[in-house]
């Protein structure tokens, strides 16, 4: 009989599934919708992120051992999930039955911010921790997450606490946890009980192996059929069920679906066969060859790998492979990706670079295909590629022994560490004869090249009978593979340039690893790969306990919430009944098009489409950025009524009943147009200024006349600089929920801005502004994405909302984010300076231009002069500032906006001034810097003594001279921030006389800064209660109106000062009361209190002009230190010292975190992190996970320092200073590491001393073109 539903348990709650969900129901949606667990969260949908990792216990083939496993929770379908035991971050603990050790360690340690990424992070640790018996060491647990990721933290303090459970630990994470116990900030669970606590910490019955075993054995191998309607799904176990559903025609064979992350499916066939648990393509065999079953997981291949490379010396080639595949996605999309899954992707896609495919060619793999349960047929993978494969399936792959003659060498050449596809992978495989100089054979394979090249089969033959290590061979080698190698452009793919000279060095870097000492010592280092040791670090901070808990080094108040998924973010309100999920459809076509109409049929034959809405519906003011507001001078449409602005712009709102068909409906919306510009769009500044448009596009803003200048002028040095776009990369896209109430409308909006989001849905809808009420508890990452672009979203579901009387959900698709949101604003200089010998500068003439997208709104050029001048004496200097329009989304604030681009303007100038006046560059900046009541030079001179800077200088040359093809770098930079006070926020605090607990609510949003826990530190602090008294509620329009923005760095100081004056007041009142008891305890002096009929509730405010706070500069000196693989493009952040003056810091451990992780984010967007368009339309190239790499674990820094500092100088709120944006601009100093790395490569190639002018970003493509790499440089003697 053929069951037809599936069977699973989520955190040992029984589910069943059936029919009515289809196979593009992911186990991710069922978990938050379904089973209303919202804890695990999800980003981009293609298992890019972390967000959505969960654990699961199954009972797997071919033995039916039952294992514990991490997997994207977006990538599996729910019909996959047969007989698993799924489990959530709630599952492993939470308040009510205590929370996990990983949880609470992680909470402890700060490492978390907004929190959105916890989750994931939780689950893959807590997965590995159980897989390995809790048995890891530091290395494995850093290298177990080249799938998660996170914007805020840094991922330092993420990975203090994880290696902390290693049995390897470092003795100083040992001695925190005891500190941290010390301070018990945390209980066991999340009770506040006033007796005993009964609940003794979490008992996870999955930790103890105490689990109720009914899917611990599956006994039924029948196929399992469940009828969805348009689609069947299939659960097969055995490969003649297999052939036998193959056989009703239109179908898809799934396994881990993980090659969705790859290739995105857009609809599943008729049929779908599930094939994770067919037995016969599990297993293995080894006679002569090695049989692996091709529906073998990548992560039980690894381990298998590992195993007979150590017990069997024909087969000690796998290690290296084992090695290999480490790079090759991550551990949840290893734990179900099967080895056919990913040659399948290479059959589909050729130019897919698969490594699997790489690996097995380079040693000539067979691999096995069968088109019955008794018909089979053995091919070379390159036959396999050119095979139909309908109505056929993978059966096994055949790995061949190789004699102790054989050496192999296989790379992959990626945009980061971990986690990426490969810009170039290449694998070598040379046999010799008796003689080790004498190849028998040889195999050189590549992938990255061309969707139709694998071998370099010429140069293959040229090298049969050859010494491969002398230099007359590698010459012909390289000149062989010159010609051979035809690489085709293939955006956004690095250039086809860079990837064939890429893969001559990577021969070189094959011929030099397995070459004898017999060559140049200063070349052997070119063979290695740069691997990264354990990171480590230390934060060095004084804190003063009379006056805690405010300085006091606590973890944030929502840490365990957070790490629990209890937290709750705006798509986390609990399922509502009717709901509906709105998807904006946009303009993808040229800028300048006339929209005419919309043709939604197609949208509306999906089931489950409700409504389509066009800027003819809005009520109200077809705008979401209404010029009543501050920084915008003109209105930015909700809606493209007519003319398209850029590609991408929101045209149309579709509304369904599920998010995925909202989506869906969206892409089938056709839009008609009365106009297609054929002309190219205007999107950069370059195109602009070269264009005829270039009078009305461009707006020249401020200029700053020098008030001294110099005539000792030696040397006049011109240039230019041209800095680009950084998405923000918020692990929670804008987001906003809408619902009715009975006097308008509450929206739970992902925004910065209460105010602005207020107004612009009132003005949208013409509604009253008080009928619309905002609710913010927490954003899952702002960095100035969420300030004005929210409101978009928020006014979209909102207009759902008003139309329908039913609650709106809105989420952006990642694709959709990046190409309809703007980013960081672009920004050009050209500039002339005249200097004297000693590079102190005469004159300077800096002429800049900010890139504002399609409006003049938010121009940020004022604030940018201002940070351009940085801590040097600027009396000198003429500046002018200029906007510019392009054919972009409405760019916006990023973190450290202005000041990102200010600083790193005039260090490049510093560098110059430098190398043209032969100057160490640090004289040169202190020869410029401003006398004016300046610490940084006493700062300087104590980070050179506190991070050994002068002899690691000495160091760093000495390499360079001991090493051709490994360079390294070392920069020294200061920086003065200048942070300025603006707009209004203001707080309540109430008080309950029941038992004295305060709750604080304020206009300010928590977003990872740390806001809530500073006001609930300061308001401990004022009225001397525990910390542990004080709660803080969500953030909501109709408590505080008229609240300016949160970011600059200021909202956690601005709030405190409120909540300070509150608090002042609060004890103004309580003074006579207190006066009249003798030495009350809290409780009982607010017990008298409000006998007496004293007001318990505070309203207080901050006001730059009333409360007579004045500007003030943050002092931060940087230095930092990088390795350079010439050969390949890739770097490595060998340490970094940071030394940043935080005046007298609210809470430490949270201002640490600040300074790390716009550190570590600046670090991406100056090294790996680059945007591309099509240069013909617009279109975004780099929109997912998949070509756009921010930093991730492994691509911080190896060694970090950091040193807050309090200055004596007392100023800013409570003594404190902003922290969160200035170590942003420090990152800068990286590109001049990398620079001074490449220019000792170019030395000793011979070329001649040039300033080099280097593409930003500092790609792995832009570093390698810059060394100037020819064949003539690859040498062995």
């Known amino acids: 009989m053929i069951m037809d539903k599936i069977k699973l348990k989520i955190n040992d709650k029984h589910y069943t599934v059936d029919g009515k969900f289809g196979p593009d129901v992911s186990l991710n949606e069922f978990i938050r919708n379904v089973a209303e667990l919202r804890g695990t969260k999800a980003m981009c949908h293609e298992g890019g992120c972390g967000a959505c990792v969960v654990a699961v216990r199954a009972s797997l083939p071919p033995n039916n051992e039952m294992k514990t496993f991490a997997v994207n929770s977006c990538l599996v379908s729910i019909l996959s999930c047969h007989e698993w035991e799924v489990i959530t971050v709630e599952g492993i603990g939470n308040k009510s039955i205590g929370y996990h050790e990983i949880q609470t360690r992680l909470a402890n340690f700060n490492g978390t911010q907004c929190g959105f990424c916890t989750p994931g992070w939780v689950m893959n640790m807590y997965s590995i921790y159980q897989s390995k018996n809790k048995k890891l060491s530091q290395k494995q647990i850093e290298n177990s997450f080249a799938g998660n990721i996170c914007r805020c933290t840094g991922y330092r303090p993420i990975a203090d606490a994880f290696k902390s459970f290693a049995k390897d630990a470092d003795q100083k994470l040992l001695n925190k946890i005891c500190d941290l116990e010390d301070l018990t900030v945390f209980k066991a669970c999340g009770f506040s009980c006033k007796s005993s606590c009964k609940r003794t910490g979490c008992k996870n019955k999955h930790d103890e192996g105490n689990v109720e075993e009914d899917f611990a054995v599956i006994n039924d191998s029948k196929t399992i059929e469940i009828d969805c309607g348009t689609h069947k799904w299939f659960k097969t176990y055995k490969l003649d069920d297999v052939f036998k559903v193959m056989a009703h025609g239109d179908y898809k064979l799934i396994a881990g679906n993980t090659g969705q992350g790859v290739y995105h499916i857009k609809g599943y066939p008729t049929n779908v066969i599930d094939i994770f648990n067919v037995s016969e393509l599990k297993s293995y065999v080894v006679d002569v060859n090695l049989i692996i079953g091709a529906g073998t997981s990548l992560a039980d291949m690894m381990e298998l790998f590992l195993k007979l490379s150590s017990s069997n010396e024909e087969f000690r080639y796998l290690k290296h492979f084992h090695d290999h595949m480490d790079l090759v996605a991550h551990i949840p999309v290893r734990n179900i990706g099967t080895i056919a899954g990913n040659l399948m992707l290479k059959h589909d896609n050729r130019e897919f670079q698969s490594d699997i495919f790489l690996l097995f060619e380079t040693v000539q793999a067979m691999i096995t295909i069968a088109s019955s349960a008794t018909k089979e047929i053995t091919v070379t993978l390159p036959e396999f590629l050119e095979m139909e494969m309908n109505g056929k399936i993978v059966l096994n792959v055949i790995l061949p022994p190789l004699s102790n003659k054989c050496e192999i060498k296989t790379f992959k050449i990626m945009p980061r560490s971990q986690n990426a596809h490969a810009v170039v992978n290449a694998g070598f495989l040379f046999h010799f004869k008796h003689s080790k100089n004498e190849l028998q054979n040889v195999s050189i394979v590549y992938g990255g090249i061309s969707p139709d090249f694998i071998h370099a089969s010429k140069t293959e033959a040229l090298l049969i009978n050859q010494n491969p290590f002398t230099d007359e061979t590698l010459q012909m080698a390289l000149k062989s593979l010159n010609e051979e190698l035809k690489p085709k452009e293939m955006p956004p793919e690095p250039s086809a340039a860079y990837r064939k000279m890429l893969a001559l060095a990577l021969y070189y870097k094959a011929i030099l690893s397995l070459s004898s000492e017999s060559i140049n010592p200063k070349y052997k280092s070119g063979g290695e790969v740069i691997k990264r040791s354990v990171s480590h670090g230390t934060q060095s901070f004084e804190t003063d306990k009379e006056v805690w808990p405010l300085n006091q080094p606590v973890p944030k108040l929502e840490a365990l919430v957070q790490c629990s998924g209890e937290a709750v973010f705006a798509n986390d309100l609990p399922k509502q009944s009717s709901e509906v999920f709105g998807a904006f459809v946009t303009a993808d076509t040229t800028p300048g098009s006339i929209i005419k109409d919309f043709d939604t049929a197609e949208a509306f034959k999906i089931p489950g489409v409700i409504a389509f809405y066009t800027a003819k519906n809005i009520p109200g003011i077809n705008s979401f950025v209404p010029i009543s507001i501050p920084f915008a001078i003109e209105n930015e449409e909700l809606l493209c ?637």
Not at 677 to 690: F, G, H, R, W
Not at 852 to 870: A, D
């Open 641 to 1277: 009524e007519k003319t398209v602005k850029y590609y991408g712009q929101p045209a149309a709102i579709i509304v369904a009943d599920r998010e995925k068909t909202a989506n869906k409906a969206a892409g089938l919306v056709k839009i008609k147009y009365d106009f297609v510009n054929k002309e190219k769009p205007l999107l950069t500044i370059d195109e602009v200024l070269n264009s005829p448009k270039r009078k009305t596009l461009v707006r020249q803003d401020t200029t700053v006349q020098p008030t001294d200048s110099g005539s000792d002028i030696s040397t006049v040095i011109e240039g230019s600089m041209k800095i680009h776009a950084q998405y923000h990369y918020t692990m929670e896209t804008q987001t906003s929920v809408a619902t009715p109430t009975e006097d308008g409308l509450e929206i739970y909006s992902s925004t910065q801005w209460l105010d602005l989001t207020n107004i612009a849905i009132a003005k949208c809808l013409d509604m009253p502004v008080n009928s619309i009420n905002i609710i913010v508890r927490r954003l899952g990452g702002g960095y100035g994405s969420k300030i004005t672009r929210a409101s978009q979203i928020a006014c979209a579901a909102a207009l759902v909302t008003r139309f329908l009387g039913r609650t709106c959900r809105f989420i952006l698709p990642l694709q959709t984010n990046m190409k309809a949101i703007g980013k960081r604003i672009p920004t050009n200089c050209e500039f002339e300076i005249g200097v004297n010998k000693a590079g102190r500068i005469q004159n300077l003439k800096n002429t800049f231009y900010q890139d504002g997208g399609c409006s003049f709104n938010e121009v940020l050029t004022p604030l940018t002069v201002k940070h351009f001048q940085n801590c040097y004496d600027s009396k000198r200097w003429f500046i002018q500032s200029n906007s510019v329009k392009t054919d972009n989304a409405s760019n916006t604030w990023c973190r450290s906006p202005c000041s990102t681009e200010g600083v790193a303007m005039i260090e490049q100038m510093m560098e110059m001034i430098a190398f043209y006046t032969k100057n160490i560059p640090l004289n040169v900046r202190l020869k410029n810097m401003s006398q004016d009541n300046n610490p940084l030079p006493e700062m300087i001179d104590q980070l050179i003594i506190d991070a050994n800077y002068d002899e690691r200088v000495k160091e760093v040359k000495k390499f360079n001279n001991q090493n051709r093809w490994r360079k390294r770098g070392i920069n020294l930079l200061p920086l003065s921030s200048n942070i300025t006070y603006f707009g209004l926020f203001n707080c309540i605090i109430s008080v309950y006389h029941g038992d004295g607990t305060v709750v604080i609510t304020h206009g300010g949003i928590e977003m990872g800064q740390g806001i809530n826990t500073k006001a609930a530190q300061v308001c401990a602090y004022a009225l001397g209660i525990k910390l542990e008294k004080i709660s803080v509620k969500p953030s909501s329009s109709s408590l505080h109106p008229t609240i300016l923005v949160t970011g600059g760095s200021i909202g956690s100081e601005c709030v405190s000062f409120a909540v300070m004056k509150a608090c002042n007041e609060l004890n103004k009142r309580l003074a006579p009361i207190k006066e009249k008891l003798s030495n009350p305890s809290w409780e009982e002096l607010i017990v008298e209190a409000n006998t007496a009929g004293i007001n318990l509730q505070v309203a207080s405010a901050f006001s730059p002009v009333t409360d007579g706070v004045k500007p003030y500069d943050v002092y931060a000196v940087g230095i930092i230190e990088v390795e350079v693989d010439i050969l390949t493009g890739n770097h490595e952040v060998l340490r970094v010292d940071i030394l940043e003056d935080t005046g007298r810091s609210l809470s430490p451990e949270i201002d640490i975190a600040q300074i790390e992780g716009g550190f570590i984010m600046g670090l991406g967007y100056w090294t790996s992190e680059k945007l591309m368009y099509d240069s013909a339309t617009g279109k975004p190239l780099t929109d997912r996970t998949w070509n756009y790499k921010p930093p991730g674990i492994k691509d911080s820094q190896q060694t970090e320092n950091f040193f807050p500092e309090e200055r004596k100088k007392r100023i800013g709120v409570l003594q404190s200073k902003a922290t969160g944006e200035p170590s942003f601009c420090l990152a800068i100093g990286v590109t001049h590491a990398i620079r001074e790395a490449i220019r000792s490569s170019r030395l000793d190639a011979g070329y001649e001393d040039k300033w080099l002018d280097i593409d930003l970003p500092f790609t792995v493509e832009n570093i390698f073109m810059a060394a100037g790499n020819v064949i003539e440089h690859f040498k062995l003697t």
